[in-house]
């Protein structure tokens, strides 16, 4: 009880939550687990950021300069990686977590498989769902954001980020699947460190990307259910690389 | 051999065939699997055509009308279902693959799970690459579709239609599924009839849709390998619907 209480937070509705607990468990017919109800955020970070390079155009297809570091004047203090605000906190990657729960609010989440739950997917573009989601030993921070690279198109892109280093990450597979009116859809990957900006993950497309009507598809009543599941990753076999 | 003749045509360049299979074969780590290298071919149809209306945006999120039988005066009769080009022809559905294969060209290979490979995937839109893929004794339509929905964004579309009524496809599953680079993205849906219109449903965004920067993430040399399955369909569980 305490445990939902820290994870949906002040703002809870208990009603609205067993109804779309309700729904999502129907949706994925998987008894037991856990569905967290992620509201939306209305980014205020499209300004001036230290990632401003990130929103160029995917189509140029390079990987954005996104200098986490370069104002980092210890080498084992990281920015605040909330891809939420613009911060100034910079710190050990060991606090970054209790510094996203307390100072922006991100809850989090644990269990092998969850159900993230983004409510009212029609808000306008930039909008971003996150939590994070303790896993395997590790914090894993995940990021829906509602994003117009072309004008008038808002699509969807969904990532995982490991808040630990790129060589951690490796270590591990994320998969988000969506399933509904008789379409499944599914996205497995190698998680990003958070150390990498999320914003270049989007902007490079290397993720979930629904366009709007995909998204309308598998939603329900404004609600786009996501089925998580991370593993560790097997040895890959050097076939499979090339 | 003579199958083989049959399926990829009087243009098989065996050299380049064989290369390509290897390739696919890494990529699906499925031996005995058969691929099927299959040729790009710039679209003729984008003009005034039976189903101009399903050039209009996705976004207006409407099935756009796509009135094949408004011409057939036999109701038994239906059009030329061919993606590629505007055609007179009007025959019975059961001889709508032969039409297909002789006036069209288009290939068909057998076998429950295939590797559709497409070769040169930076040819420009409109492009299309078409085979017929014929299981579980009835005969399928892949489309794999690069357009642009949005000027100077060319997206790729995949999907797969039954020759055969709505009833019918109903009866089936199909899956898509790309895997390279530690990525793995898989669709899966009930395939539509082909008496619905295939520019329908690439332009309302019901099929796998790829943008750009994904689909060279999934390609090898520039061909895309994409891993198809048929299955019939299990009994859908009516809670599964809402």
Chains 1, 2 share one sequence.
Not at 33 to 59: D, F, G, M, W
Not at 79 to 106: A, D, F
Not at 111 to 134: C, K, N, Q, R, Y
Not at 139 to 157: A, I, N, S, W
């Amino acid at each position: 009880m305490l445990f939902f209480t820290q994870c949906f937070g002040a703002v809870l509705d208990l009603i609205h939550l067993r109804f779309q607990h309700y729904k999502a468990k129907r949706v994925f017919s998987a008894a037991g687990q856990l569905v967290c109800v992620v509201n939306p955020t209305h980014s205020l970070k499209y300004a001036p950021t230290r990632c401003a390079a990130a929103q160029t155009s995917v189509e140029q297809s390079i990987l954005p300069p996104c200098h986490h570091h370069e104002a980092v004047h210890d080498p084992q203090l990281v920015p605040c990686t909330c891809p939420l605000y613009s911060c100034p906190w910079e710190g050990h990657l060991e606090v970054v977590v209790s510094h996203l729960r307390q100072t922006h609010r991100i809850n989090i989440l644990q269990g092998a498989e969850i159900v993230f739950l983004a409510t009212d997917m029609h808000l306008p573009a930039p909008t971003d769902w996150i939590i994070m989601h303790s896993c395997l030993g590790h914090q894993f921070l995940l990021v829906l954001r509602k994003q117009e690279k072309y004008e008038g198109h808002p699509q969807f892109f969904a990532t995982m980020m490991l808040i630990g280093t790129p060589t951690q990450a490796d270590n591990f597979t994320y998969r988000l699947e969506l399933n509904r009116n008789q379409r499944r859809l599914k996205w497995e990957a190698t998680p990003r460190s958070v150390l990498e900006c999320v914003d270049s993950v989007i902007s490079d497309g290397d993720c979930l990307v629904l366009n709007t009507s995909l998204a309308q598809l598998f939603s329900d009543n404004g609600s786009l259910a996501i089925g998580i599941a991370i593993t560790t990753s097997k040895v890959h076999n050097a076939e499979d690389e090339m």
